[in-house]
């Protein structure tokens, strides 16, 4: 799987934090605005089919990911890190 960074520069203020599920609302609706309704029904059949065309974790400040669930930390030898 590939990984891309987008950052997002908002215009004007927002009142929501930039959770995942807020992202995908956002980008709906851009669908839906732009494509129009069919696209928008493609995009969700390929969510509900278990064939994501992509998939979104919560903003966070930037050059932070977020750590899969499946990775173990290793702190390195010389990092200056505490366990």
Excluded: E
Aim: net charge positive; aromatic share 10%; proline share 11%.
């Amino acid at each position: 799987m590939k990984t891309y960074q987008f950052r997002i520069k908002p215009l004007s203020s927002w009142a929501t934090p930039w959770h995942a599920d807020t992202l995908f609302g956002a980008l709906a609706l851009q669908v839906l605005q732009r494509m129009g309704p069919d696209a928008l029904r493609l995009m969700l059949d390929a969510f509900a089919s278990g064939h994501p065309p992509f998939v979104l974790s919560d903003a966070l400040p930037d050059g932070w990911f977020p750590c899969p669930l499946t990775a173990t930390i290793q702190i390195l030898p010389n990092s200056n890190v505490k366990a």
